[in-house]
């Protein structure tokens, strides 16, 4: 069963209460570096408050931010041993939701679908803190790469209509529909991947993503009206342009206008010749 899966590049985040009173100074200021996306000086000011043994409260809070960023650094294993320990030692009052979610996003990274989907569901089945949205959206990924589609459209439903995460996960199951060749629901998931108030550099590049696979769903079909629409919403900065200029030539040339193909792909041969879609 084929499926594509697009995994969200976003950094780690922890969460904290808002309402918490950060007892521990070392603590405090780990927090503001990590906030700072100071990731170094986060990580010192915690390894020098636990060797000083001065965290306090916050021991367990403080290893799952450690953990966490030596995830976003790609020291896989090192995240790996922090959450597990956690989760076997009770000296601590660890959320093992917390652990057992980033031990989950550690087995999607590390491609392993099916524990992703074993280790998630260790999660309280009523959990519903600030990780809740991104765990459904890994749940829901990992179905989809283990052939299940239904599972996959639960956790959809589960996700709030505005989620940041819901808008990844149309994508894919779109890219699943388009291996199928069922370009009706290609399009359907493609064109439901907006962000209303969440507009930034990431959000902008996976639009432009997905109107991109979305103009080609369209050719496939032989929609080329349509297909030149959805090209034509992809901005000309991003990363898909070239792909995205090709299929909008293309939608004018099987549409018998070939002098207008011509103008997409002037654009495009004036681009570098490293990129594929220009040679």
């Known amino acids: ?86 989760l076997d030692d009770n000296e601590h009052n660890v959320d093992a939701d917390q652990a057992w979610f980033y031990l989950g996003k550690l087995a999607w990274q590390r491609g392993d679908a099916a524990r992703t989907s074993t280790t998630l569901a260790r999660m309280d089945e009523h959990y519903d803190g600030g990780l809740r949205n991104e765990a459904l959206y890994l749940q829901a990924s990992a179905h989809l790469a283990l052939g299940d589609s239904d599972a996959g459209l639960a956790h959809l439903a589960a996700l709030p209509e505005d989620s940041y995460w819901r808008a990844y996960l149309n994508y894919n199951l779109g890219a699943q529909a388009a291996g199928f060749e069922d370009w009706g629901l290609a399009e359907h998931y493609f064109s439901a991947v907006t962000f209303d108030e969440q507009y930034n550099p990431e959000t902008a590049a996976l639009r432009d993503k997905s109107m991109t696979a979305r103009g080609y769903a369209h050719l496939a079909a032989g929609d080329f009206d349509f297909a030149g629409d959805a090209f034509r919403q992809v901005t000309l900065e991003g990363t898909s342009a070239p792909r995205a200029l090709l299929g909008y030539g293309w939608a004018y040339a099987e549409g018998g206008d070939y002098l207008a193909a011509l103008t997409p792909w002037q654009t495009l041969s004036e681009r570098s010749l490293l990129e594929p879609s220009a040679r």
């Open 1 to 86: 069963m084929a499926s594509v899966v697009l995994a969200c590049a976003c950094t780690f985040s922890p969460v904290v209460n808002a309402a918490e009173t950060v007892e521990s100074l070392r603590y405090g200021v780990s927090l503001y570096h990590f906030y700072q996306r100071d990731y170094f000086n986060a990580l010192t000011e915690l390894m020098v408050g636990q060797s000083e043994d001065s965290l306090g409260n916050h021991a367990g809070g403080a290893e799952l931010l450690r953990g966490g960023m030596a995830l976003s650094y790609g020291m896989d294993r090192e995240a790996e041993t922090i959450f597990t320990r956690l």
